[in-house]
């Protein structure tokens, strides 16, 4: 073993140390297969087709786990350990409350507004095997002198076009290998087929036409083994610890959770102030919400593209294990998860969460002083950040989804888009013979890449210096100089703050005017009298460019706004509605935000979407390289100054310690 090898181990044994119950742990195995078995012992058990379909920890309410946070947990009673579980038996979805103490459902009841819950992994692996057994696919296929062993399906949710009675559906599009590894780069373009989830049958076959088939050469996407490297990251003694689900780094505690649904969770994010000698609190929970993944091609193979991957799929169900020294650099501590699968079992997902010190190469701050008589004055500091990742794919694209944590305070929330392109067969080879609207541009010979949008949606429960926050836009607006004889200038720019009242004076859209958009603690100020704070520092202002009467937009209107803010309920936190399969938008946070409730020094949460239109370039083809989007929360007068200058002087206390002599 090597040498940094040997202290990689050292540093891992002494930080994963044992683990302690956190009221926000995500659902352990042997409490997802202890919910199977009380499930399967319920009537539920005695109906037809028993599937799991959402399986999640029923947090308790956030007074509860406040004070839990703020408790001798010695004395503390335990939280309630319960969970949400969302079940399909006998054609219905079931919604049950499962108390683990006592092994009961303690709640149970069947939906029947609009929309289905989550597809499972059985369910897509069965209706991609459908149409090699159907035989007019057959037929098709064998028509047009293609191998129907290498031919690759996969089936796609189909959203909602205004249909009064819908059913569980998916669409089925194929692809032809033929010694390709990279399937989506050679569809077979012309077929349509429509499955019925719950009877797994095809109940619609469309061959509407034929156009050559893409090359297999050139499509190849994998890098050379010899290719693979990482820049080497030294491991010190300022790096992080992990008890749990708990984070420790630097000046920061955090709560990394996993879900099936979001992913990565962020919760009880707090920071300490060494001036005040005491952790302070900025965010309570933050996950992505929901995506909005619409293709630009309305013709019938195509229309229906308009992905909620989210709400459909699953964002950590579609979490990847992590590649080492590709994924995460060689100082990386994983992490697993585990979900429940279509029968209840719990499985695991091994190393889909990275944590790492990064080693940016950037400039924390720096100053030189050439002022002081006789004196060159030079100092800074570099920046070393935590980050936590995980990478979803689904499907054709690969999410990759990073929590950054800076000593000055500041969160970035970043996003990197990579994969393959959703390409089209077309007859044309070059640009200069398409006569008619291909809805994207030419990648490769044969090849259209579908123009398109990404909106990632996330849901940030900030708690800045407490519960009672207030959303300002401090606008920046033109202001003219009034007395000529002051100043020859002429103009300058003021700040006029406005602060939110209601929700409806809370939906932003991005680049109208310039503002810096801060949640602030109204019950808070510095010794200056500022009230405490932190800002939003957006990404590019990408919204949502379909017509409002548009279904995909129906279901989504919430990608109007980039910026939205809403009164705090334990219970909305999924953007497009928790039954986003087949939705049909009379749930998630446009309705919600309708309700124009009062958002003035409450609980609130913020909402943020990051946007792409992409239109595909011949460079993103046979993969595309990394396109990069996110935001910011950066501290606003929530310390009395640079707290980079003084966190070096007194080192937080370890929650650790005091859990070890309390146990």
């Not at 994998?222 to 080497?232: C, E, G, H, L, W």
């Amino acid at each position: 073993m090597s040498i940094p090898s040997l202290v990689l181990a050292f540093f891992l044994q002494c930080c994963l140390i044992a683990s302690f119950d956190h009221p926000l742990d995500p659902l352990t195995p042997s409490e997802i297969n202890q919910i199977k078995n009380i499930v399967e012992k319920s009537r539920l058990g005695t109906l037809p087709n028993l599937t799991f379909h959402f399986v999640d920890l029923d947090e308790p309410e956030k007074t509860d786990v406040l004070a839990w946070l703020s408790s001798n947990k010695q004395n503390s009673p335990a939280l309630p350990r319960r969970a949400k579980v969302i079940v399909r038996a006998g054609c219905a979805t079931h919604e049950l409350i499962v108390d683990l103490a006592s092994s009961s459902i303690i709640s149970g009841c069947i939906y029947t507004g609009h929309g289905y819950p989550p597809l499972t992994f059985t369910e897509l692996f069965k209706a991609s095997k459908l149409p090699l057994n159907y035989p007019k696919f057959k037929e098709s296929i064998l028509s047009r002198g293609l191998n129907l062993s290498e031919v690759s399906c996969i089936p796609v949710t189909v959203g909602w076009y205004g249909e009064i009675i819908t059913r569980r559906a998916l669409k089925v599009t194929c692809f032809y290998r033929g010694g390709a590894v990279n399937v989506f780069a050679r569809p077979i373009e012309g077929i349509s087929m429509l499955v019925d989830v719950d009877t797994m049958q095809i109940t619609m076959y469309i061959d509407r036409f034929r156009v050559p088939l893409p090359k297999a050469e050139g499509t190849d996407f994998r890098s050379p083994d010899n290719k693979t490297t990482s820049v080497t990251c030294n491991v010190t003694d300022s790096g992080f610890r992990i008890e749990g689900h708990i984070v420790e780094w630097e000046n920061w505690r955090f709560h990394v959770g996993f879900d099936a649904r979001a992913g990565i969770i962020i919760s009880t994010a707090s920071i300490f102030d060494a001036k005040e000698s005491k952790f302070r609190r900025v965010l309570y929970r933050g996950h992505v919400s929901e995506t909005f993944v619409p293709y630009m091609d309305p013709t019938t193979e195509w229309y229906f593209k308009t992905f909620m991957d989210i709400g459909e799929y699953g964002f950590g169900r579609a979490a990847d294990t992590l590649q080492p020294l590709i994924d995460c650099p060689e100082n990386a501590v994983y992490m697993d998860g585990y979900v429940a699968g279509a029968d209840g079992q719990a499985q695991k997902m091994p190393k889909v969460i990275c944590i790492f010190q990064r080693y940016t190469g950037n400039v924390a701050w720096r100053h030189t002083e050439i002022n002081v008589p006789g004196k060159i004055i030079k100092s800074g500091e570099p920046e070393t950040t935590l980050v936590v990742r995980m990478v979803a794919t689904l499907g054709n694209y690969d999410y990759v989804v990073d929590w950054e944590f800076k000593k000055s305070g500041s969160i970035k929330v970043g996003v990197g888009l990579t994969g393959i392109l959703a390409m089209k067969a077309t007859s044309y080879t070059n640009n200069d013979q398409i006569t008619e609207n291909v809805y994207g541009p030419l990648v490769a010979e044969n090849t259209v890449a579908v123009n398109h949008d990404h909106f990632l949606t996330y849901y940030l429960d900030l708690d800045i210096d407490g519960n009672g926050n207030s959303f300002v836009q401090a606008k920046m607006q033109t202001a003219r100089v009034t007395d000529v004889h002051a100043s020859p200038r002429k103009s300058y720019w003021k700040v006029v703050p406005t602060t939110a009242k209601r929700e409806a004076e809370a939906r932003v859209p991005l680049g109208m005017e310039p503002a810096d958009l801060l949640v602030v603690n109204p019950n808070k100020k510095t010794k200056l009298g500022n009230q405490v704070g932190y800002r939003l520092i957006t990404g590019q202002p990408v919204s949502s460019l379909l017509s409002d009467d548009d279904y995909p937009q129906i279901r989504t209107a919430y990608t109007r706004y980039q910026v939205w803010v809403t009164a705090y309920d334990k219970s909305e936190r999924w953007a497009g509605g928790f039954y986003a399969d087949r939705s049909r938008g009379d749930d998630g946070l446009a309705v919600w935000s309708m309700r124009n409730r009062v958002i003035e020094n409450r609980d609130i949460v913020l909402w943020y979407t990051v946007g792409f239109h992409h239109i595909p370039y011949q460079e993103d083809f046979p993969v595309m390289p990394r396109l990069h989007g996110g935001f910011e929360l950066r501290p606003a007068n929530f310390f009395e100054s640079n707290p980079l200058l003084w966190q070096e002087h007194k080192n937080p206390p370890s929650m650790f310690y005091r859990l070890r002599t309390q146990k």
